[in-house]
């Protein structure tokens, strides 16, 4: 009888208010003393050893006695703010709403027996129409591999296998050449002309106008004794620069060329498990299949989302404003991580790129509100299909959740809260839903032809920001400044 009776204590009483014509809700709950009084006592414990009382030794002190020195809210706010977010969880939980964004707290009474009273306001997850979501049309990508495809991709792994070779011979087409140079423009030298030991490759391109092409019969010299004469392009990225004549000194320090390896079967056994080139030849077209079937997959996802975002139509504004935004906070989070693993931190990139955090969240925007749109919308088609999840569905998204953090599928169970685990749910139907679309969605006529170099990306965000910094561009002193843009 007395558990029965302390359980009942520790239950928090609550309400739920629509404000702003649905668009948010304001939830009154009660903090019961039996639970302010434990978190209270948990604080004490956490703090006792740093609190100083005169009398006392250091963190010797009881509880009341800190009370009656410092006060009785002594503790309260810090109580409060370690209490709230599971007080706030089984309120939620109470009242089943599906909310968004962070609520705005406010502590509304203590009484004087230590019952605490709260309120949150909070936007609902807003409500989304979409009709036309059946037989949508889509440009099939061409997942055909052709004589080409292969020996581009053979190629490429033969270039990443060439030996590099210094030669006793003038420049030819092809040659890899380490020179320095100094540009001059009217007879004065200029900083952004200077190069030292950079490695060009004759024919690539690189270098601006016939700048290659006046080195091809050259031999190696001991100055600047080379005279190249080009002329900068009207659209060239240094305005200052742009449609000059100008006159590079060359000195030619090494002249390499790429020496690449016999395609036969002592190639394939070097680069692949394979024994013999033909072997290893089918299996390069295998895999081009694959990318290519896996292309094919993400351009038709990525068409039909496409439609479905500009076919929904959203009916709280407000609350779709706060979940674009959470979604440009979590490509940020995202941007912030993949710097890190380069070596790179957050704030250090936005010093050399001179943007900052909200010019990055901008930078997101209109994939944001994409991706809400279409997000929006699966669940709108869900709910209008009558979509299910069944307890098995779970249990493996549970399953995969603890193989790939490595831990207990029990010990994941209860730490996932009753949202979370409505959100695994709500991930599921959206899958779904998007397979619904998938499925029921008809090809065109008309066939997206690529090869196996242009194939579509897995869609990562339009708008990803640059990782290249100004620390990057400063490299090979200067020598990019030659380049044609």
């Known amino acids: 009888m ?24 304001k939830l009154s709950f009660v903090i019961n003393n039996n639970n302010f009084e434990k978190a209270i006592d948990h604080v004490y414990m956490k703090n006792r050893s740093r609190i100083n009382i005169p009398g006392f030794r250091k963190g010797k002190a009881s509880r009341k006695i800190v009370e009656n ?53 909070i936007y609902l997850r807003p409500k989304a129409e979409v009709n036309n979501y059946k037989n949508l049309s ?86 600047l004794d080379i005279e190249v004469n080009v002329t900068f392009p009207e659209n060239y990225h240094v305005q200052d620069l742009s449609n000059k004549p100008a006159m590079f000194k060359v000195k030619i320090n090494k002249i390499s060329k790429k020496e690449l390896p016999e395609l036969d079967d002592d190639f394939a056994q070097d680069v692949s ?28 996802e990525d068409q039909l989302t496409d439609l479905l975002s500009k076919e929904v139509v959203i009916n709280n504004t407000e609350g779709f404003k706060v979940m674009v935004d959470m979604t440009k906070e979590n490509m940020a989070m995202n941007f912030e991580r993949n710097l890190k693993a380069q070596g790179l931190s957050f704030d250090a990139y936005l010093q050399y790129s001179g943007q900052t955090r909200e010019s990055i969240l901008n930078i997101y925007e209109a994939d944001a509100d994409k991706q809400t749109k279409i997000r929006l919308a699966l669940e709108a088609i869900a709910e209008k299909e009558n979509l ?10 549970v399953n995969k959740i603890a193989e790939q953090t490595k831990l207990d599928k ?21 899958q779904k839903a998007l397979d619904l679309v998938l499925d029921s969605a008809v090809e065109s006529s008309e066939l997206e032809s690529n090869s196996d170099s242009e194939l579509k990306p897995e869609l990562k965000s339009e708008s990803e920001p640059e990782t290249k910094t100004n620390s990057d561009e400063n490299n090979n002193n200067n020598a990019d400044d030659n380049k044609q843009e």
């Open 388 to 397: 299910e999840v069944s307890e098995e569905e779970i249990n493996s998204e």
């Open 273 to 300: 498990e394979f024994d013999t080139f033909d072997e290893y030849k089918k299996d390069v077209e295998s895999k081009i299949k694959h990318e290519k079937e896996h292309a094919a997959k993400h351009y038709k």
């Open 138 to 223: 889509y440009k099939p990508f061409d997942t055909s591999v052709s004589e080409d495809d292969i020996n581009n991709k053979i190629n490429a792994e033969r270039e990443k296998n060439a030996r590099i070779m210094t030669v006793d011979r003038p420049v030819e087409n092809g040659d890899i050449v380490n020179l320095d140079c100094q540009g001059y423009i009217d007879g004065k030298a200029f900083e952004a002309g200077k190069a030292v030991n950079y490695d060009l490759v004759i024919g690539s391109h690189t270098f601006i106008d016939t700048f290659e092409e006046q080195l091809i019969g050259k031999n190696i010299t001991q100055d």
């Open 410 to 430: 029990d010990k994941i169970e209860s730490l996932l809260s009753d949202r979370e685990k409505e959100n695994i749910k709500k991930d599921l139907l959206v």
């Open 69 to 121: 020195y410092y006060g009785k809210g002594f503790f309260y706010e810090e109580a409060i703010n370690y209490i709230l977010p599971k007080e706030y969880e089984k309120a939620i939980s109470q009242h089943k709403i599906d909310i968004i964004g962070y609520p705005d707290f406010s502590l509304d009474n203590i009484s004087d027996d230590k019952n605490v009273s709260m309120s949150a306001v």
């Open 2 to 25: 007395a558990d029965a009776t302390e359980n009942l204590n520790n239950i928090s009483s609550s309400t739920l208010e629509l404000i702003d014509d649905n668009k948010k809700a």
